[in-house]
């Protein structure tokens, strides 16, 4: 599992981007793969799939708002 913080979250489209705390690339989350409902400026903990179109952050869990 790695950290990060949520930069943006729309809900009305369910897409949005993770800066990773080890201060990699950010990644790409889709509603499909978050668990608790975030928010921007939120720490998570999430896995990663690698897919056609990236990198996409999967299993979204809120650690902290």
């Given at each position: 599992?790695?950290?990060?913080?949520?930069?943006?979250?729309?809900?009305?489209?369910?897409?949005?981007?993770?800066?990773?705390?080890?201060?990699?690339?950010?990644?790409?989350?889709?509603?499909?793969?978050?668990?608790?409902?975030?928010?921007?400026n939120?720490?998570?903990?999430?896995?990663?799939?690698?897919?056609?179109?990236?990198?996409?952050?999967?299993?979204?869990?809120?650690?902290?708002?």
């Open positions: 599992m790695r950290l990060g913080t949520v930069k943006f979250y729309n809900t009305k489209e369910g897409v949005g981007s993770i800066t990773p705390s080890n201060g990699g690339s950010e990644v790409s989350v889709f509603a499909r793969g978050v668990i608790d409902p975030i928010k921007p939120n720490i998570v903990q999430f896995d990663i799939e690698f897919t056609k179109s990236g990198i996409e952050a999967i299993k979204v869990m809120v650690l902290s708002a």
